[in-house]
């Protein structure tokens, strides 16, 4: 045999094992990782991961998932401009357990003395009894994991917004937070080279937290002119929380009434505040009603509503309407 | 022993620390700048409270363990008790006249002779300069460290949509109660009228800054809560009725006063003072 035949020989023969062991492994790890023994598994770990390193180190292989935190309002809790004023310049010690938990299991966490930049990060989420815990059952080379089905209920987001979660509760509805605010696709764990290939998909969650939208489907409005009245309410149809909803931050809903008389000119003007901390957020499909006593003749009310998130002073139109008589 | 003995030797031994130095007239002056180290922002955590947990921790555990007659862990309580006594007078400089080395140190000899009279004595001696410091500087400390500061709370008016300072807002809604009740008393029932919805909606935003200080919301029961709600749906009732009934108005106008304006200044407005006094210092 030639010498370059007998090498391309050699050379399928470790392709071909290369290919089974790769299977193999791919088996192994997605449909029978109880036969990986634990001393094996011990091989690959790195120990750091178990030593609360911040959450740049768990993009190394969760990159796509840092990524999305690194927009949420997660990320920035400790840096928030308006988190750093209203605690008085972070004095105020009873301000700090949400904004830098250590562990969050359920309750009211701790605050955490180190990296305390990263706010609420992969570890003060995911790190507790020494593994990763999460919504699988799997195995992950570097690190031991746990699964615990905590991570897909509302209780696990309630450790911090626990008004909100009070306030879902008495709802009744089965939609969890997850399920809103953190919307799930079929993708990978891990995006470093071979993980990301050995591993099956799996249904991800967006760890961007998402805010959440409103418009006329959420919130409905009706209103009408009656006897030197106009009679207004107003319908969170679709939200399973007060809209807004709030724990420490103060977002609001505006909503602005302008009168105009039949030559276009405005006779009178009312507004109310809708906030959580004022006690006057739109419950879940439960009407509120607002009533104007008309001293003029009026031939229109515009109605603006305007929201205000907790973190800016910056107002956005929900939506606007003109009702006439 | 008998363990009423011992009994009454902690209650004296918890006078020391509580009894003000004597009877004269309080002074409070600004805690020094160097104590700040030990408290957030500064310090991750309160270093000085920490520090006084201690003390107090091997103060008592020295007793508790001669009432038990565990007399290792009394010597090791007295031990550390002198340690952590010469640390703390080591952390503020411009208190270390507080300190009395000596009556620290006869104090661990005394328990250390693991007879309950003679450290019950000794304990006086030290005792003396724990009660000494507190009713000189606790209130101080609480005032600089655990009171926010008002000033600093932005609120927005909800009637202008500017934002300003909490005093400036005070001012403002004292002036827009003032609308309600002057008008009032002069007859003219439409301007009151309208006067109360500029103030109830000035004083409702007051409620939005609870939580600037506050993580439950408990407390807007008090100040803000039903009684400010009855007092406002009164008023409102009074002005909208064909012949208002000035008895029922001013009832309300003194309801308001009391719980939503005075018994709010009584609990906070005090340190709020004190800061203030020092900020222009």
């Known amino acids: 045999m030639k010498l370059s035949t007998r090498l391309l020989n050699l050379l399928t023969a470790i392709g071909c094992f290369a290919i089974a062991g790769i299977a193999v492994a791919y088996f192994l790890i997605n449909e029978k990782f109880e036969w990986i023994p634990e001393s094996a598994l011990e ?5 750091e991961l178990l030593e609360r390193p911040d959450a740049k180190r768990c993009s190394e292989c969760h990159k796509d998932i840092y990524e999305a935190w690194k927009e949420s309002r997660h990320s920035i809790s400790w840096i928030s401009k308006t988190y750093i004023e209203a605690s008085e310049n972070r004095s105020k010690e009873k301000c700090l357990a949400c904004h830098i938990p250590e562990s969050v299991t359920g309750e009211k966490p701790s605050p955490r003395l ?4 990263d706010g609420i990060y992969c570890v003060s989420c995911h790190f507790v009894n020494g593994k990763m815990n999460g919504p699988y059952d799997l195995v992950a080379p570097p690190h031991p994991t746990h699964r615990n089905p905590d991570y897909v209920n509302s209780r696990f987001c309630g450790s911090c917004h626990q008004k909100t979660f009070k306030e879902w509760k008495e709802t009744g509805v089965e939609d969890t937070c997850q399920n809103c605010h953190m919307p799930r696709t079929k993708d990978r764990l891990t995006q470093k080279f071979p993980l990301s290939l050995l591993h099956k998909q799996k249904w991800v969650g967006s760890h961007k937290f998402l805010h959440g939208d409103l418009s006329e489907k959420d919130i409905l409005m009706e209103a009408e002119f009656k006897n030197n009245f106009f009679n207004l309410s107003l319908l969170n149809k679709t939200v399973p929380h007060k809209v807004p909803t709030a724990d420490n931050g103060d977002p609001r809903i505006y909503l602005y009434i302008t009168f105009l008389n039949a030559a276009g000119e405005q006779v009178d003007q009312a507004k109310e505040i ?3 901390q004022q006690e006057t957020a739109l419950p879940f499909n439960k009407e509120v009603r607002f009533r104007y006593r008309l001293f003029d003749p009026v031939a229109q009310a ?3 509503l305007k929201y205000q998130p907790a973190w800016s002073k910056e107002r956005v139109v929900i939506w606007e309407k003109i009702i006439r008589p | 022993m008998s363990s009423a003995r011992i009994f009454s030797l902690f209650i004296i031994f918890i006078f020391f620390l509580a009894l003000p130095a004597q009877a004269k007239d309080m002074i409070l002056k600004e805690p020094p700048q160097s104590l700040s180290k030990y408290y957030p922002p500064e310090s991750k955590e309160p270093k000085w409270i920490q520090q006084m947990h201690k003390m ?6 020295v007793f508790v363990n001669l009432k038990e007659k565990d007399f290792e862990n009394v010597d090791k309580h007295a031990d550390k008790l002198v340690e952590e006594y010469k640390k703390t007078s080591e952390m503020v400089p411009e208190w270390e006249e507080y300190f009395d080395i000596k009556a620290a140190e006869a104090f661990a000899a005394a328990a250390k002779t693991h007879d309950m009279a003679k450290a019950g004595k000794a304990s006086g001696g030290l005792g003396k300069t724990c009660g000494k410091c507190h009713a000189e500087q606790e209130v101080a400390v609480w005032t600089r460290f655990h009171w926010p500061s008002f000033r600093k709370i932005k609120v927005t008016d909800p009637i202008s949509e500017k934002e300003m300072g909490f005093d400036d807002y005070m001012s403002q809604v004292s002036s ?3 609308g309600v009740t002057v008008n009032f008393g002069e007859g003219q029932y439409d301007r009151s009228a309208k006067a109360l919805k500029t103030f109830k909606s000035q004083f409702m935003e007051l409620k939005s800054t609870c939580s600037k200080c506050h993580t439950t919301d408990d407390v807007k029961r008090f100040y803000v809560g039903e009684d400010a709600d009855t007092a406002f749906a ?3 009732k009074e002005l909208n009725a064909e012949k ?8 309300n106008i003194g309801l308001l006063g009391k719980t939503g304006c005075k018994h709010c200044h009584l609990t906070h407005r005090t340190y709020s003072f004190i800061r203030e006094t020092w900020e222009q210092k």
């Open chain 2, 244 to 251: 208002p009934n000035p008895g029922k108005f001013w009832k």
């Open chain 1, 114 to 117: 180190d990296r305390r930049d």
């Open chain 1, 43 to 47: 091989l690959v770990r790195e120990k």
């Open chain 2, 234 to 236: 009164g008023l409102a």
């Open chain 1, 274 to 276: 809708l906030a959580p």
């Open chain 2, 176 to 178: 827009s109660f003032k």
């Open chain 2, 56 to 61: 107090s921790t091997h103060f008592g555990g």
């Open chain 1, 302 to 304: 515009i109605i603006v």
